[in-house]
């Protein structure tokens, strides 16, 4: 038998490490779904069909990560109930967590078929690009039970310190997505649909493979579709854990959506097609932040289940000492390069690569200080509190951000005052979060001191 990360006993830093890398990866891939998307495009349909699905990311973005919200709460809850070792708790979560995940992205098929140009109008897409970004939206959008599902059961199987197997399965939808992305675009010149397309059937394929993983497990974590209901208890745990992760997630979205207004005000497609490629890049580093911040929330998590307070301490500075020289060097390098790297996006225009490289300099190099506002959200999350982070992202990143729209950015109308936004915002939330956990931290060390007996979570 192949042997699993043991979160609540051994050195940390190399099993961290260990825990993050196949994750960072996974992340990795997930976003080459976009980034293959606007490659293939970028090469065979030129910059106009790039602005097109560069125009509904933020969009995507608002409402899968509302979502893939309740896939955090349901990691919560499974590692919570494995560090206590609660065999019939973790059976339950499991089989409710995978009918929510299809109800979820049902819900979410709906909203992006039928509501699709009205939200894109709202956002301010130019007319010229209106027409492809409503089919892609579409496209993507009906294969969003896949999504879902793919997540909720990836996040049960890195509650278990299992973390290689969604990479895997990711490596091979992966590669299935960019091979249908060339054969749908230069065969059938299906144009952003057909990448829109692939992408959904390489998610239907990891959702397939994950789901088979956990039909598969001898543990508690063993999903058996003809018991598979909704538990009361455990769906309110999962929304207890998993809304406000949501609601951050999204309102972090509606931000971004906010700011996408504010770029198209500008009425540049060479801005809206620097922005979306630089994005991509950035994404990859934030694949990174997302990798180190979810095995912060694992790792927290088990050991919380344990009331193991002291090494939760030790984890949290040791993932946000991992975090930060790792993304530093990834946005050096993109920042150097940022000219080839963005030249792969975008092949015919110079004036969207000043823009891209502008974006780079202004987010990307500073990104580290998103990276430890993460791993403090996520070890909040892992202790068990998810409204506290949820409003103070509210509050000192998203609030900010919109604020600084409506001030800053209406009085100087550049794109500089607009990006500029992002790492104070960053700075702001990471400071007041860390107060947070190390508060926390503290009452949960005092409160075991002075009632060793007592479960306190």
């Known amino acids: 038998m192949k042997k699993r990360i043991d979160m609540l006993e051994g050195p940390l830093l190399g099993g961290i490490l260990r825990f993050a890398f196949p994750i960072i990866l996974t992340n990795l891939l997930q976003i080459l779904y976009n980034t293959a998307d606007k490659i293939v495009v970028g090469q065979y349909c030129g910059s106009l069909s790039i602005a097109a699905i560069s125009a509904t990311s933020t969009l995507t ?3 899968v990560n509302f979502f893939i919200g309740f896939s955090v709460g349901t990691g919560v809850c499974v590692a919570h109930a494995l560090g206590g070792h609660k065999d019939e708790v973790v059976h339950r979560t499991v089989h409710t967590a995978l009918p929510t995940a299809a109800i979820c992205g049902g819900i979410l098929s709906v909203v992006g078929i039928f509501f699709a140009p009205t939200i894109l109008t709202w956002m301010g897409t130019p007319a010229t690009v209106l027409p492809l970004s409503t089919l892609y939206v579409r496209i993507y959008f009906a294969g969003m039970i896949f999504n879902m599902v793919y997540n909720f059961s990836a996040s ?41 397309l692939a992408t959904a059937i390489s998610q239907a394929l990891s959702a397939i493979l994950a789901v088979n993983a956990l039909m598969r497990r001898t543990d508690s974590c063993r999903f058996i579709p003809k018991k598979m209901r909704i538990y009361g208890k455990q ?19 509606l931000s971004n ?36 911040s ?33 993304v530093m060097a990834i946005s050096l390098t993109f920042f150097i390069f940022g000219e080839s790297f963005l030249s792969l996006f975008i092949t015919d225009s110079a004036e969207a690569i000043s823009y891209g490289i502008l974006r780079l300099t202004y987010m990307g190099l500073p990104y580290f200080l998103l990276g430890l506002m993460d791993c ?28 600084w729209v409506y001030t800053i950015f209406e009085k100087f109308h550049t794109i500089q005052s607009l990006y500029i936004s992002y790492p104070i915002s960053w700075i702001v939330t990471f400071s007041v979060l860390c107060i947070m956990v190390h508060v926390a931290l503290s009452k949960k060390i005092k409160m075991q001191n002075t009632l060793p007996q007592r479960s306190t979570i």
Do not use: D, W
């Open 376 to 403: 403090s959200t996520a070890a909040m999350r892992g202790l068990g509190y998810s409204l506290t982070p949820m409003f103070i992202t509210l509050m000192g990143a998203c609030g900010l951000r919109i604020l």
């Open 61 to 63: 973005t608002l409402f």
């Open 156 to 196: 049960i199987l890195r509650a278990t310190g299992e973390t290689k197997l969604p990479l895997y399965f990711l490596s091979i939808a992966g590669v299935v997505n960019v091979v249908l992305n060339v054969f749908f675009v230069t065969v059938f010149n299906m144009n952003v649909g057909g990448v829109a």
């Open 235 to 253: 769906l309110l745990a999962i929304i207890r854990n998993g809304m406000p992760a949501g609601i951050q997630n999204s309102l972090f979205a």
């Open 257 to 292: 959506i906010i700011i996408t207004s504010a770029i198209n005000s500008f009425n540049s497609e060479a801005l809206i097609s620097g922005h979306g490629a630089a994005a991509s890049l950035e994404a990859m580093t934030h694949a990174v932040t997302s990798g180190f």
């Open 294 to 326: 979810t095995t912060t929330t694992n790792y927290v998590g088990q050991n919380a289940g344990a009331h193991n307070f002291k090494r939760v301490k030790k984890i949290y500075y040791t993932c946000m000492g991992c975090v930060t020289p790792t």
